[in-house]
């Protein structure tokens, strides 16, 4: 099982790509907050990924949950490096033993101490690309699409991905 967050969602539909986590094992949730976010707002706004985003719900690869009122969410609401979605997110996935899909480093540091697994938005790129779901030339393209589109991605982590997407086409060539 998958929960996601809004940074996800957004940079993979940008890059037109949102179809991938389609191939994902598992369910794919997101949380009544970042549909509100991603979605319902995205389409009054007038963004184009947030239409990717809806058809993607349309077609059943996401369910839209509800966030459960748990001791951990009403931690986690004390923590003002956190916003709603954020809590959102991490709530859902604790509450299922779900893996939480988020980007943001405070996220990612609070689920680490709470336990929750989280995976980013370049670990769902590699992991297709490595299952052969989309081809390492795409899952290039995707990243640099990412970044192009205003994507946070430091240097260092941009030197890791190229190369695991290197040795994932040299495997490829065997």
């Known amino acids: 099982m998958w929960v996601f967050d809004a940074t996800p969602l957004i940079y993979l539909a940008k890059a037109n790509q949102i179809d991938i986590v389609g191939e994902l094992d598992g369910g794919c949730q997101i949380?009544?907050?970042v549909y509100e976010e991603v979605v319902t707002t995205g389409l009054e706004e007038g963004y184009p990924d947030a239409r990717r985003i809806e058809r993607c719900m349309d077609a059943g690869v996401f369910d839209v949950v509800t966030?459960?009122?748990t001791?951990?969410?009403d931690r986690l609401m004390q923590n003002p490096a956190l916003?709603?979605?954020?809590?959102?997110v991490l709530a859902c996935a604790d509450a299922t033993g779900a893996t939480a899909v988020i980007d943001e480093t405070a996220g990612r540091t609070v689920a680490e101490v709470e336990g929750i697994e989280t995976r980013g938005t370049a670990y769902l790129v590699l992991l297709c690309a490595k299952r052969g779901c989309i081809s390492v030339?795409?899952?290039r393209k995707t990243?640099?699409?990412m970044i192009d589109d205003g994507w946070h991605?430091?240097?260092a982590l941009y030197?890791?991905?190229?190369?695991k997407l290197e040795s994932l086409e040299k495997e490829d060539e065997k």
């Open 71 to 73: 001791g951990l969410r």
């Open 143 to 145: 990243i640099d699409s």
């Open 159 to 163: 030197a890791r991905i190229v190369q």
């Open 67 to 69: 966030t459960p009122e």
């Open 153 to 155: 991605c430091a240097p």
């Open 83 to 88: 916003s709603e979605a954020d809590i959102a």
């Open 31 to 33: 949380p009544r907050l």
């Open 137 to 139: 030339a795409t899952a």
